[in-house]
Antibody
Framework: EVQLVESGGSLVQPGGSLRLSCTASGLTFSGRWMHWVRQAPGKGLEWVSGINSDGSGTFYADSVKGRLTISKDDAKNTVFLQMNSLRGEDTAVYYC??????WGQGALVTVSS | QAGLTQPPSVSKGLRQTATLTCTGHSTNVGNQGALWLQQNQGHPPKVLSFRNNDRPSGISERISAATSGSTASLTINGLQPEDEADYYCSAWDMSLNAWVFGGGTKLTVL
């Protein structure tokens, strides 16, 4: 059974930083594009960032460009999302996913003073 | 980034058929098709239909998907109470290098 487990979500002040991690079991990230998708409270799904299969290419939504950085460590089968200069509108559940098939349970990030 | 268009809500009676629609563009739905996700309150999304309209293992045969041009549809036959949920479509946009999502359709089973 495939499991994606996110960690690192918490309450952070505006302007602060946070690093989310996503570790997989039953699935290898090597050779697979991976993404972060978020969902603000009561809202729909929003793609945030993606990384290509060999890690050489990263892609971002305009709303997070320059503030969030996606990376992955295939040896540890882990994907990361470094979040800097956080704003209130970044408050959401962040899902680690390949979108096509597998979704994690999500990590809650709350940006508030 | 522009998203896909879904009706905000659809209501149908028990055992009836619901068809949910998702309109995109030639760079996304019209290029590689759309996948469909079901989300129940407080839970992560679950894939109901792949971009090629096939169902993942374990998804009910009452569910089917189709694509015509840049419009995708999800049909649920014989509606049951457990089908009441939020449904999202999504597609990879080749010009944006991004996944785009619809705003979601809340399906109510009366």
């Amino acid at each position: 059974e495939v499991q994606l487990v996110e960690s690192g979500g918490s309450l952070v002040q505006p302007g602060g930083s946070l690093r989310l991690s996503c570790t997989a079991s039953g699935l290898t990230f090597s050779g697979r594009w991976m993404h972060w998708v978020r969902q603000a409270p009561g809202k729909g799904l929003e793609w945030v960032s993606g990384i290509n299969s060999d890690g050489s290419g990263t892609f971002y939504a305009d709303s997070v460009k320059g503030r969030l950085t996606i990376s992955k460590d295939d040896a540890k089968n882990t994907v990361f999302l470094q979040m800097n200069s956080l704003r209130g509108e970044d408050t959401a559940v962040y899902y680690c996913t390949d979108v096509d098939a597998y979704w994690g349970q999500g990590a809650l990030v709350t940006v508030s003073s | 980034q522009a998203g896909l268009t879904q009706p905000p809500s659809v209501s149908k009676g028990l055992r009836q058929t619901a068809t949910l629609t998702c309109t995109g563009h030639s760079t996304n739905v019209g290029n590689q098709g759309a996948l469909w996700l079901q989300q129940n309150q407080g839970h992560p999304p679950k894939v109901l239909s792949f971009r090629n309209n096939d169902r993942p293992s374990g998804i009910s045969e009452r569910i089917s998907a189709a694509t015509s041009g840049s419009t995708a549809s999800l049909t649920i036959n014989g509606l049951q109470p457990e089908d009441e949920a939020d449904y999202y479509c999504s597609a990879w946009d080749m010009s944006l290098n991004a996944w785009v999502f619809g705003g979601g359709t809340k399906l109510t089973v009366l």
